[in-house]
């Protein structure tokens, strides 16, 4: 069974056709990467993969419901949430309405200490560095523990030491077949993928990644 299937798709924002026919398959875990110029698509696909946003035609079927991952945004003052309540969100496809479980805080710790961000379980998000923010939106995409990772420029300008724990995050979910897909435009990721799709003018291209090219963690 296919992961992910975007069958004919095509999507319009009022200025711009962003895509149009788009036909693409994901296979069970499998790492891809999208790339192209900013407007391209990118986040547009990630969105509808996620079901956030719905195709202006053509249809999207997932296997499971996917954990999705959007670039790292300022917290608003007002907004009281700390790290932890933020990844425990993670959790709120299994819960179904129950209290977290020991088992739901235990997976919460594991997604926190992935991303070195421990120590800043009690911080507010509005306190916290762009690095940090992006690293606790990663663990509370791992959190969900989906067999879908939708991952929306998840390194942009981040620091060596945040880069290199979320790397390693990834490679860890596609070591236990979780299917990756993933906006970049950095070089030494886009690398790593199985895949490389590149979205121009409303169409998606295609390149297979040779394996001895690859370079996971």
């Known amino acids: 069974m296919d992961a992910v ?31 192209g110029r900013n407007g391209a698509g990118k ?10 946003m719905a195709p202006d035609s053509g249809t999207i079927t997932t296997n499971a419901r996917p954990a999705y991952v959007i670039q790292h945004i300022e917290a608003p003052d007002t907004m009281p949430c700390t790290v ?8 709120w496809p299994h819960r179904r ?8 805080r235990q997976v919460v ?18 306190e ?25 420029e998840p390194t942009a300008g981040l620091d060596a030491e945040a880069h290199r724990l979320i790397r390693e995050a990834i490679a860890a979910e596609l070591r236990r077949g979780t299917t990756v897909l993933e906006a970049s435009h950095v070089a030494a990721d886009i690398g790593r993928a199985d895949r ?9 291209t295609e390149a297979t990644v040779l394996a001895g090219q690859r370079k996971r963690l």
Not at 10 to 30: E, H, K, N
Not at 97 to 104: H, S
Not at 109 to 126: C, P
Request: aromatic share 4%; charged share 15%; no cysteine.
């Open 5 to 35: 299937r975007f069958s004919n798709v095509g999507y319009a924002y009022p200025d711009r056709q962003v895509l149009s026919g788009v036909s693409l398959v994901f296979a069970p875990g499998t790492h891809t990467v999208l790339t």
């Open 43 to 52: 986040s547009t696909l990630l969105a509808m993969a996620a079901g956030v």
């Open 84 to 91: 932890r309540q933020a990844v425990e969100m993670g959790r």
């Open 97 to 104: 309405g129950r209290p977290l479980r020991a088992a739901d």
């Open 109 to 126: 710790m594991d997604s926190m200490a992935r991303m070195g961000i421990t120590e800043l379980a009690g911080r507010q998000l509005r």
């Open 128 to 152: 916290l560095s762009g690095g940090q923010r992006q690293r606790t939106l990663v663990a509370q995409g791992l959190a969900q523990e989906s067999s879908i990772l939708l991952l929306d």
């Open 196 to 204: 490389v799709i590149t979205l121009s003018g409303g169409q998606a």
